[in-house]
């Protein structure tokens, strides 16, 4: 039954946390936090406000649209909605969140309608949500939902499972979220590095930054954050190659920065060629002392077969203990199917604690559709 106390409006994005109307916006942060946290256990996944704010900004690459329900001045819902702006120009991405007391009253389908109809309205055609739950996959049977592409199966009675197929979505895949207990053994590490170091050879050299890219490098590193969109395991999710360049990583950088965050590249360098063969991200919020992130991991393919995915990887680890020693635990996200990837997390010491289902749906027949 609809709960009829409950408004839906769209929330603006302020200049700052303390200007006028500000306020709402931290109410629907915290409010994203409070439900993360339930989800997942612990705090591991919160994100201040400010750095919410930062990452709502409008840019040449990405606008963001935010929906608030509220009971009174309570904030009970929320529907984050983001357009790609210089590639992927038919999809966005959207994030719909209830506050446990205020379930089955239909306010998730208002706020999903509310945004369905504002990305019809822009011409966006496929809508994606990726939806974290902590624990394991459920063992395929005749309660559980199977992705189309590859391995693992989520159990209907999941309030996020009833909802996404109930709103028209299918479920494309599974990614695994393994953790890494930090400091990471330096032991361990250490030889897992030099072992790479050696199958390696003397073709390959090791650089590392953090912050911003080199200058000489920014142009072939921005060739493998463009192939990271499109090399990875995704399934039937139809998500086009990203376009980036020199100009956009330097916006990426800065929006990092911005966000109060730290990023630590390791890349490798093709020495005979001079060619960026790979390159893996960790990012730390000083803020969230306790939990860094690991990002991007790639290796062309041309280079694949010299332990260059563990090389990098094992490297960030390394100089990350010495640059965040605050950091506990180390968190990525990898596809089920993405078996050299997971072998590679496996060896370094990480174990799956939970997983994320990439949901899809087309938005054909709305009021508004673009054609």
């Given at each position: 039954?609809?709960?009829t106390a409950?408004?839906?409006g769209?929330l603006e994005?302020p200049e700052s946390?303390d200007?006028r109307g500000?306020?709402?916006f931290t109410?629907?942060a915290e409010?994203?936090n409070?439900?993360?946290g339930l989800?997942?256990?612990?705090?591991d996944?919160?994100v201040s406000?400010g750095?919410?704010?930062?990452?709502a900004?409008?840019?040449?690459?990405?606008?963001?649209r935010?929906?608030?329900?509220?009971d009174g001045?309570?904030?009970v819902?929320?529907a984050?909605?983001?357009?790609?702006?210089?590639?992927n120009r038919e999809?966005?991405?959207i994030?719909?969140?209830?506050h446990p007391?205020?379930?089955?009253q239909?306010i998730?389908?208002?706020?999903?309608?509310?945004?369905?109809?504002?990305?019809?309205?822009?011409?966006?055609?496929?809508?994606?949500?990726w939806?974290?739950?902590a624990?394991?996959?459920?063992e395929?049977?005749?309660?559980?939902?199977?992705?189309r592409s590859g391995p693992?199966?989520l159990?209907?009675?999941?309030?996020?499972?009833?909802?996404?197929?109930?709103?028209?979505?299918v479920?494309?895949q599974v990614?695994?979220i393994?953790v890494?207990?930090l400091?990471?053994?330096?032991e361990?590490?250490g030889?897992?590095?030099?072992?790479?170091q050696?199958k390696?050879?003397?073709?390959y050299?090791l650089?590392?930054?953090e912050?911003g890219?080199p200058p000489e490098?920014?142009?072939q590193?921005?060739?493998?954050?463009?192939?990271m969109s499109?090399d990875?395991?995704?399934?039937?999710?139809?998500?086009?190659e990203?376009?980036w360049?020199?100009?956009r990583v330097?916006?990426?950088?800065?929006?990092?920065?911005?966000?109060?965050?730290?990023?630590?590249?390791?890349?490798?360098?093709?020495k005979?060629?001079?060619?960026?063969a790979?390159?893996?991200?960790l990012?730390?919020?000083p803020?969230?002392p306790?939990?860094a992130?690991?990002?991007d991991t790639?290796v062309?393919?041309?280079?694949?077969?010299h332990?260059l995915?563990?090389?990098?990887?094992?490297?960030?680890?390394v100089r990350?203990s010495?640059l965040?020693?605050a950091a506990?635990r180390l968190m990525?996200?990898?596809?089920s199917?993405n078996?050299?990837m997971?072998?590679?997390?496996?060896?370094?010491?990480f174990?799956?604690?939970?997983y994320e289902?990439a949901?899809?749906?087309?938005l054909?027949?709305l009021?508004?559709?673009?054609?």
């Amino acid at each position: 039954m609809e709960q009829t106390a409950v408004r839906i409006g769209e929330l603006e994005v302020p200049e700052s946390l303390d200007s006028r109307g500000a306020d709402g916006f931290t109410a629907s942060a915290e409010l994203a936090n409070l439900v993360n946290g339930l989800v997942w256990g612990n705090n591991d996944l919160w994100v201040s406000p400010g750095t919410r704010l930062e990452a709502a900004r409008p840019s040449s690459y990405a606008a963001m649209r935010l929906w608030a329900a509220k009971d009174g001045e309570r904030h009970v819902g929320r529907a984050l909605l983001e357009f790609p702006l210089l590639d992927n120009r038919e999809n966005a991405f959207i994030n719909v969140m209830v506050h446990p007391e205020y379930r089955r009253q239909r306010i998730g389908t208002r706020l999903l309608h509310a945004a369905e109809e504002a990305a019809a309205a822009a011409g966006r055609q496929v809508l994606m949500s990726w939806v974290k739950q902590a624990g394991q996959p459920a063992e395929p049977s005749t309660m559980t939902v199977l992705p189309r592409s590859g391995p693992g199966a989520l159990p209907e009675e999941l309030a996020s499972v009833r909802f996404a197929l109930a709103s028209g979505f299918v479920l494309e895949q599974v990614e695994r979220i393994s953790v890494l207990q930090l400091p990471a053994d330096p032991e361990g590490t250490g030889r897992l590095l030099a072992e790479a170091q050696t199958k390696a050879g003397p073709d390959y050299r090791l650089l590392t930054w953090e912050g911003g890219c080199p200058p000489e490098h920014v142009e072939q590193y921005a060739r493998l954050r463009q192939r990271m969109s499109t090399d990875v395991p995704q399934g039937q999710l139809e998500y086009a190659e990203e376009h980036w360049d020199a100009e956009r990583v330097r916006h990426d950088e800065a929006e990092a920065r911005a966000k109060g965050g730290r990023v630590l590249v390791s890349a490798a360098l093709h020495k005979p060629t001079g060619e960026l063969a790979g390159h893996t991200i960790l990012e730390y919020y000083p803020d969230q002392p306790e939990v860094a992130y690991q990002e991007d991991t790639l290796v062309l393919q041309a280079h694949r077969g010299h332990s260059l995915g563990m090389l990098i990887k094992a490297a960030n680890l390394v100089r990350a203990s010495e640059l965040w020693p605050a950091a506990r635990r180390l968190m990525t996200w990898n596809a089920s199917e993405n078996e050299h990837m997971l072998a590679i997390n496996v060896r370094l010491g990480f174990r799956p604690v939970g997983y994320e289902a990439a949901w899809q749906k087309r938005l054909a027949g709305l009021p508004g559709q673009g054609r």
